[in-house]
């Protein structure tokens, strides 16, 4: 039994109790607490994903018995153990990072309980080897983290946490239907069966509608187009090591179910992989777009990642759409996810530090804050190089090999050649410019411009200490991994490849890829200029005024969410109450209107003193009639009431007589037949 | 006669019920603490009856072939031990609730007799017994709704009573064209046999009259309105047991009539299997969607158990064996759920007087345990892992998927979940603005709330049982199994 893997999700769940409780008597040892359970997790992650690194490891499991009824069954690969320990390493960042950012904050035992739930439950994700256990922890996480973005309780803050809340709720109950759908049609979750069972189904409409819905379920997580919509959102109000998380950690456990539908359930479904496609080019380019446009430091870090997570789609379809020969595809898509979440860790960060020290992240207040700051430029610039693409830093090597997948599509195919492939590299690049020209514009704003005001400017560069030693050299270190990892791929990079790809389903990969060529320069320096023509074209000419102050002519009305998600549910909700109320009140309506019309209670509770009820109510109708027509009412006596009740009468007694004559007419007959009978009888 | 000791549990409630009544000067704290033992011995003897399936009794007979007869069976004693379990904790909450009614003892008499007959309903054997304490229970419940005398909680209390008297006839209907037609009324799992040929149109009509008879009590459209009446009105302990408890009678009816005495083969692909399914549907849907509406927060939980009850029925009318699991399970979950949101209403009613759902902001800060059992509580409800919730749902679900009915296959699940999601929306909001009152919440003004731990204690030990049917549903499962294997 491998039961210490149960020990990555339950110590955390139960460390965040202890943390909290301790919380309430002492606030220092409860934020070391912190700090040394995520680092007690954290070395955990690194034993095993040390193992799996150097090949010392070979994959195991556990399965305990089912909870919730599905089945409870966790494992441990080189992609688990990659994805542990990048998880891990970001909750310690994030909770060491916590300790000097949260002081702005009430309630930070709340916040501590969460964080470590949320951690506990992440690592449940990413251990989990069967949907059904992906899909509890995916909830868990998915609650847990609510806290997070409503943390600090403002309107904006609750409002945003609604949507997240909203987006998780529905996402989850969604992907809950397209289990039930898959295990109908497969019998099984199990995610390494899958492959197998599906490759006999494809095509099948019920597989597909099922796939959706678990793809969409995880989707919304991921932040894709049109679900994306919690994401700029809930960013810029939850606190930075919150945000950090959510975008670096959170969305890639929606990529880890996407991985699993595209590259197992729907295996080389060219279908599929163009449907993934779509979307991810969607995205991206939406993403990069909006974060052009924005003019708030944590909401341009968010729509970054709403683009990023669409540059990961791309790669993901592509490892459908190139089916056996997807191993680019799959080392791409792998690095791409590891990059965008430690690239968002530090960024994400950095934000913190300007939000921690200004309370504000309006590019126009905090503009000149890190003029003189030269370990937090140099932060902050490896995240931004990186990210952007730059050759020698790390992300360059990711989108490398993501472009050379989609190049290898184009050449692997010229007989069914599409020029819509062709259109969606051109995206990319252009996506790829548009990613460094906002993080120049980030870069530009924060440690290059002079502020407007130049008091406020002296009050920044007169800042200090801006942020602790700790933190520093926190962020520095993470920092610094960009650029080794960027110079040195082949050292590193192709190890963590090798050993997290098997997940996907590739076992060997052995050509070298020569990520400095020309080739593979030339992509990235088309992105390079594409992007330096953006920032100049754009940014500089369009989006920022001749004063320096920065606008956003995104027209606010053109919001998906509050113009149309909001107002499509309450059209819904609408609807189903009218629906509902019929139908709930159906039968107490129908008892009111018999007690108001068959059954009413007699109008006429006197004793009529003449003819009957019937009379009374035809003769009072009349009345009213004529009364209605001639103007005037009639004296009594000359009342249809009474004239009805003296005919009824009349009536009455005629009837009595003529029964009565009848009867002696009855009764005289009678006699006579007995006379005649006994005349017959007697004289015979 | 030894036999006779498992009617033991249904007598001596009832007794202590009727002393209870008689006793004019008692002291409230030894009658509190005559009624938790009474209902914890209650309990001991369920317990005990475990370990007597099988065993049956014959009263006496009141004209040939209708006996009075009672039989422990395994879906009997579930539905036993879920009734004495919630009986006594909301019977330990309503000690310190009631303090702030009038007529404790009369409350509490009648609230004891009503645990006598239920267990009477649960043991009866055959359709008479059951039909005669069905009647019972719905007279003896009458007291519990009608408990504040307020105008509004009388007429409710006799809407109650119409409806129930009317669903109890549409029964009876039934009833007599089945004794005609049936070789026995003793329940058999797997039906009695009835001699249906020439008249098969007649018994499904009568089939499907006992449904929406049974119906009413558990508050299926179209005879529903009922519930959301009385439940509301009457004290909170009152409404847990009526919501969690008494509903669930409707359900023991409904599976007595179909699978012990029609058997399922009987009604499978015929229009009555149709309706009942569109019916409860409709419910499902129509009652989570008026709870999300309703801004009274105890009228909110009772239309919510109108949609959590129709999930239950809709579970039955598949006629397959993971809708039936799934039917149970949710049985279970929503009898644990249901009560323990009441109970959490009612604290909140007894310590703030507060009913409606706007006013509860910050409630959380003021009374955290509270709060959080209702949240652990809603999450069940709502079934988000790994709470109970999920597992009753999974196998609804699945049952229905693998019926492959056509579009009730589809349309099942897709309606239970979107009435998940309404369910989220009506009761996360209460949370949420309860923990999250907004950076505005004065807390200088806050004070701790929290109730007696009388209170308290039933309610935490309701939410882990919710939880704990969620996360160790293997073992419950396989004693529904159990049940399914007599079919």
Not at chain 1, 563 to 574: D, N
Request: glycine share 8%; charged share 15%; aromatic share 14%.
């Amino acid at each position: 039994m491998n039961t210490h893997l149960l020990g990555f999700i339950l110590i955390p769940i139960i460390m965040a109790f202890v943390v909290y409780a301790i919380g309430r008597k002492s606030k220092e040892i409860r934020n070391v607490m912190a700090v040394a359970t995520t680092l007690a997790v954290f070395l955990a992650s690194f034993y095993f994903f040390a193992g799996f690194f150097f090949g010392k490891m070979s994959p195991f499991e556990l399965r305990l018995p089912d909870i919730c009824g599905l089945k409870f069954h966790l494992m441990m690969d080189g992609f688990r153990a990659l994805y542990i320990t990048i998880a891990s390493f970001m909750w310690l960042v994030c909770t060491a990072f916590a300790v000097e950012y949260n002081r702005i904050y009430h309630n930070r035992n709340r916040y501590y309980l969460f964080i470590l739930w949320t951690l506990g439950a992440t690592m449940g994700v990413f251990l989990s080897a069967d949907l059904g256990t992906t899909f509890i922890f995916f909830e868990m996480a998915s609650l847990t983290s609510y806290v997070w973005v409503a943390q600090q309780e403002s309107k904006e803050a609750l409002r945003a946490a609604e949507t997240y809340l909203a987006v998780a709720v529905i996402g989850g109950l969604v992907m809950l239907m397209g289990l039930l759908m898959l295990n109908n049609i497969t019998g099984t979750l199990e995610i390494d069966e899958l492959r197998g069972v599906c490759e006999g189904l494809m095509g099948d409409k019920k597989l597909l509608a099922a796939g959706m819905c678990i793809f969409w379920g995880f989707a919304a997580k991921a932040g894709a187009f049109p679900v994306h919509i919690w994401l700029p959102k809930a960013h810029p109000v939850a606190p930075a090591p919150a945000s950090a998380l959510l975008s670096g950690m959170l969305t890639k456990v929606g990529v880890f179910g996407v991985l699993v539908v595209s590259s197992q359930i729907f295996f080389g479904d060219a279908t599929w992989g163009k449907f993934v496609l779509i979307v991810g080019t969607i995205t991206m380019f939406l993403g990069a777009f909006l974060a052009v446009l924005s003019t708030d430091m944590k909401r341009t870090l968010a729509c970054s990642s709403v683009s990023q997570i669409g540059f990961i789609l791309i790669g993901v379809s592509m490892q459908c759409l190139l089916g056996e020969e997807n191993a680019l595809a799959v080392r791409g898509t792998l690095l791409y996810m590891v990059n965008h979440s430690l690239f968002k860790l530090v960024l994400f960060l950095v934000a913190g530090v300007v939000f921690m020290n200004l309370h504000k992240l309006d590019f126009n207040i905090i503009k000149g804050f890190g003029r003189n700051k030269k370990i937090l430029k140099y932060i902050y610039l490896c995240a931004a190089l990186g990210i952007a693409g730059v050759p020698f830093f790390s992300g360059y090597v990711s989108k490398t090999l993501v472009h050379e997948a989609m190049v290898e599509y184009m050449n692997l195919s010229p007989a069914s050649y599409n020029p819509g492939i062709k259109l969606v590299e051109w995206l990319f690049l252009i996506s790829g410019g548009m990613t460094l020209a906002y993080m120049t514009k980030l870069y530009v704003v924060v440690f290059v411009e002079k502020n407007a005001d130049e008091a406020l400017q002296a009050k920044y560069d007169g800042m200090k200490p801006y942020m602790n030693m700790g933190n520093r050299i926190l962020l520095a270190f993470s920092a610094t991994i960009f650029v080794v990892l960027g110079v040195l791929p082949n050292w590193l990079f192709d190890r963590v490849a090798d050993m997290g790809q098997s997940f996907m389903g590739l076992t060997e990969f052995e050509e070298t890829v020569h990520y400095f060529s020309w080739e593979n320069l030339q992509g990235s320096l088309t992105s390079i200029i594409f992007g330096v023509c953006i920032y100049f074209g754009v940014v500089r000419s369009v989006l920022r005024k001749k004063d320096g102050t920065y606008i956003n002519p995104w027209p606010a009305k053109l919001d998906l969410e509050d113009s149309f998600y909001r107002p499509l549910l309450k059209v819904v909700a609408i609807i189903l109450e009218i629906f509902s109320k019929i139908f709930d009140k159906l039968v107490d309506w129908t008892v009111i209107l018999l007690r108001k019309s068959l059954l009413k209670e007699s109008p006429i509770p006197f004793e009529l003193t003449e003819g009957n009820a019937l009379t009374y109510k035809v003769g009072s109708l009349l009345d009213g009639l004529k009364a209605m027509f001639t103007g005037e009412e009639e004296k009594y006596e000359g009342s249809f009431k009474h004239r009805l009740a003296m005919m009824y009468e009349k009536a009455d007694e005629m009837s009595v007589i003529v029964t009565r004559s009848l009867s002696f007419g009855l009764i005289f007959f009678c006699l006579g037949l007995v006379f005649t009978i006994v005349y017959m009888l007697w004289f015979r | 006669m030894t036999e006779a000791f498992i009617l033991i549990p249904v007598v001596l409630p009832v007794v202590a019920g009727l002393i209870l009544e008689i006793m004019r000067k008692l002291n409230k704290k030894i009658m509190n603490i005559s009624v938790a033992a009474v209902l914890a011995i209650e309990a001991v003897l369920v317990f005990i009856n475990i370990g007597k399936i099988g065993t049956e009794v014959k009263l006496f007979e009141l004209t040939a072939n209708l006996p009075i007869y009672f039989k422990v069976d395994n879906l009997g004693i579930m539905f036993a031990l879920l009734m004495v379990i919630i009986w006594l904790l909301a019977g330990i909450f309503s000690f310190e609730y009631m303090k702030h009614e009038d007529n404790e003892r009369r409350y509490q008499g009648f609230y004891l007799m009503v645990l006598g007959v239920l267990i009477g309903l649960d043991f009866a054997g055959n359709l008479v017994t059951f039909y005669m304490f069905y009647e019972m229970m719905t007279l003896t419940a009458f007291p519990l709704v009608i408990h504040t005398g307020k105008k509004e909680a009388t007429m409710a209390g006799l809407k109650y009573l119409y409806y129930s008297l009317g669903g109890a006839y549409f029964a009876l209907f039934g009833f007599y064209f089945v004794f005609k037609y049936a070789d026995s009324l003793t329940f058999t799992a797997g039906g009695v046999g009835i001699n249906a040929a020439g008249h098969e149109t007649l018994l499904l009509v009568c089939a499907l009259f006992m449904i929406i008879g049974f119906g009413v009590k558990a508050g299926m459209f179209p005879l529903h309105a009922w519930l959301t009446s009385a439940h509301p009105v009457a004290p909170a302990p009152a409404s847990a047991v009526l919501s969690g408890i008494i509903v669930k009678t409707g359900i023991l009816g409904t599976i007595r009539v179909i699978y012990y005495i029609f058997g399922t083969e009987f009604i499978r692909g015929t229009f009555v299997q149709t309706v009942w399914m569109s019916l409860a549907l409709l419910t499902v849907l129509m009652g989570s969607t008026m709870a999300f509406k309703e801004k009274l927060l105890k009228k909110r939980l009772a239309y919510s158990t109108v949609s959590q009850i129709s999930y239950i029925m809709f579970g039955l009318s598949l006629l397959n064996e993971n809708a039936f699991e799934g039917s149970l399970l949710h049985v279970l979950m929503h009898g644990f759920t249901k009560c323990g949101l009441f109970l959490a209403a009612g604290a909140i009613i007894y310590k703030t007087g507060k009913t409606k759902v706007d006013e509860l902001r910050g409630i959380g800060k003021e009374m955290p345990i509270v709060i959080w059992c209702f949240t652990l509580l809603s999450i069940t409800l709502i079934g988000i892992p790994p709470t109970g919730g999920l597992v009753s749902k999974w196998y609804l679900c699945m049952g229905a998927l693998k019926s492959g009915i056509a579009v009730f296959d589809i349309l099942g699940p897709v309606i239970l979940i979107v009435s998940a999601l309404l369910t989220a929306g009506y009761l996360l909001p209460i949370t949420i603005q309860g923990f999250f009152p907004g950076d505005d919440y004065d807390y200088t003004k806050l004070e701790n709330k929290e109730p007696a731990k009388t209170m308290t204690i039933p309610l935490i030990i309701l939410t882990a049982g919710a939880i704990g049917v969620g996360l160790f549903s293997t073992p419950i499962i396989s004693y529904i199994e159990t049940i399914l294997a007599t079919f």
